[in-house]
């Protein structure tokens, strides 16, 4: 499994709030995702992200 995040975000922090493992404000104020595949540890809390996400701007699969 990957997350994406896409241009719609807002940079509100609540996916890395929620999976800091997968997710963090990057430089340009934006959520970026690790490239990665996620742990499967995270899985459960990056999913949990993108349902969270106010904007829709998270793809786990
Ligand atoms: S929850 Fe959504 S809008 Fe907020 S920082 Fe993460 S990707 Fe961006």
């Given at each position: 499994?990957?997350?994406?995040?896409?241009?719609?975000?807002?940079?509100?922090?609540?996916?890395?709030?929620?999976?800091?493992a997968?997710?963090?404000?990057?430089?340009?104020?934006?959520?970026?995702?690790?490239?990665?595949?996620i742990?499967?540890?995270?899985?459960?809390?990056?999913?949990e992200?993108?349902?969270?996400?106010?904007?829709?701007?998270?793809?786990?699969?």
């Open positions: 499994m990957k997350a994406t995040v896409s241009e719609e975000c807002i940079g509100c922090g609540l996916c890395e709030s929620t999976c800091d997968v997710f963090s404000i990057g430089d340009e104020g934006v959520a970026v995702a690790i490239e990665e595949d742990p499967e540890e995270y899985e459960d809390a990056a999913k992200a993108e349902e969270g996400c106010p904007v829709g701007a998270i793809t786990v699969e």
